[in-house]
C-alpha cells in the first residue's frame, strides 16, 4: 500500500511563490513516474506536471515557464515549486503516481493566490 502526503500549499500573493511537497510512504517511488494534479470545484482535474524515474519532466501548458518539478529518491519525496503565481493558478494540489494496477492519489493540499 502507498501512501502520498501532500503539503506546502496556502495563501499568497499574485506574482509570489510557493513550493508543495509530496512525501510517499509504504514502498518506494523511485522507479515510477510521479505527477502533480490540481482541481477547481466544478472543474476537471488539470495535468500540472510530470517526473519520470530518470529525471525527465514534462509541464501542462498553463504553468510551462513558471513551475518546476523536482524529486528526492532518497527521501521518497516530489516537490513542486512554483513562481510567477496567478489567481487562476488556485486550485487544490494533487500528488499521483500509477502503480498498476492502482492509481494513487494524496488527499491534495489547497493553493490559494490572492491579494
Known amino acids: 500500500q502507498v501512501q502520498l502526503v501532500e503539503s506546502g500549499g496556502g495563501l499568497v500573493q499574485p506574482g509570489g511563490s510557493l513550493r508543495l511537497s509530496c512525501a510517499a510512504s509504504?514502498?518506494?517511488?523511485?522507479?515510477?513516474?510521479m505527477n502533480w494534479y490540481r482541481q477547481v470545484p466544478g472543474k476537471q482535474r488539470e495535468f500540472v506536471a510530470v517526473?519520470?524515474?530518470?529525471?525527465?519532466?514534462n509541464y501542462g501548458d498553463s504553468v510551462a515557464g513558471r513551475f518546476t518539478i523536482s524529486r528526492d529518491n532518497a527521501k521518497d519525496t516530489v516537490y513542486l515549486q512554483m513562481n510567477s503565481l496567478k489567481p487562476e493558478d488556485t486550485a487544490l494540489y494533487y500528488c499521483?503516481?500509477?502503480?498498476?494496477?492502482?492509481?494513487?492519489w494524496g488527499q491534495g493540499t489547497q493553493v490559494t493566490v490572492s491579494s
Open positions: 499521483n503516481t500509477f502503480l498498476p494496477p492502482i492509481n494513487y
Open positions: 517526473i519520470t524515474s530518470g529525471g525527465r519532466t
Open positions: 509504504g514502498r518506494s517511488l523511485r522507479n515510477y513516474a
